[in-house]
């Protein structure tokens, strides 16, 4: 554990030495606030569904943004061939990335505690569907970290993995929509519905945290970063 964290604090020196890191975190903030507002003052209830109902597209595009440079930049500017000569496993180096990546997400969604003061300031809102809608949040951004990670690992462009990352990520989001699933057979409908990460995120935003959910982000997770691990593993830089 201590090489994985002496790890994590070089990633995320990544995160907060270069202006990169605030520049991702500001644009984050105005836009998701600016989007929430937006429709706060319209809907004329003290809830935060609304700001909820857009971060899985916001995350879409931000966290692959985030991630898109984690393997790619090392092996394009080969400082991977060094890092694979530390006496470290794959496994470390990717868990490394991920955690280091996670507390980066969220540190996003803490700078957003503004939104939840506003609207119990405004009006009485449910806390435990607030909760569970962090939570939630929390689950599904790792889920995106993950994939992201892993399409970083399967090329040299950061721009390719941005954009592979962000088609995987969409898939697996509008897999479980009605209109996608309306008109197959009941069993596909069911295995594409579980395999969405939207439906396990709308089930969460309820306010119940059902174990089912937090089982199925924490197998997406935990299948991308073995599926991360691996390619770095099979390609021996050393």
């Given at each position: ?17 270069s202006?990169?890191?605030?520049v991702v ?11 929430f507002?937006?429709?706060f ?13 857009l ?5 879409m595009f931000?966290?692959?943004a ?9 092996k394009r ?50 806390k435990?569907v ?13 889920a ?7 399409v ?5 462009n950061?721009?390719v993995s941005?954009i ?10 509008i ?14 409908a069911?295995?594409a ?8 995120f ?20 935990a299948?991308?970063?073995?599926l ?11």
């Amino acid at each position: 554990m201590s090489r994985t964290s002496t790890l994590v604090k070089k990633e995320l020196n990544s995160y907060f030495i270069s202006p990169l890191g605030y520049v991702v975190i500001s644009v984050f903030l105005v836009i998701s606030g600016w989007l929430f507002i937006q429709t706060f003052f319209l809907s004329a209830q003290a809830s935060m569904r609304d700001f909820f109902d857009l971060l899985p597209i916001i995350f879409m595009f931000f966290l692959p943004a985030v991630t898109m440079a984690a393997w790619s930049e090392e092996k394009r500017s080969g400082t991977i061939e060094v890092l694979t000569t530390f006496p470290v496993r794959s496994s470390e180096l990717v868990l490394a990335k991920f955690i280091s990546s996670f507390i980066f997400l969220a540190v996003m969604l803490l700078l957003t505690v503004a939104i939840p003061i506003m609207v119990a300031d405004l009006g009485t809102p449910d806390k435990g569907v607030i909760l569970a809608g962090y939570i939630g949040s929390l689950l599904l951004g790792a889920a995106y970290i993950a994939v992201g990670l892993w399409v970083s690992s399967i090329t040299k462009n950061q721009i390719v993995s941005f954009i592979l990352a962000v088609v995987i990520i969409f898939g697996f989001y509008i897999i479980g929509n009605s209109f996608i699933i309306g008109s197959l057979p009941a069993w596909i409908a069911s295995a594409a519905k579980f395999l969405s990460f939207s439906a396990h995120f709308n089930s969460i935003l309820r306010g119940v945290i059902s174990l089912a959910d937090v089982v199925y982000y924490l197998s997406v997770i935990a299948f991308f970063l073995f599926l991360n691990a691996r390619v770095i593993s099979l390609r021996n830089w050393k």
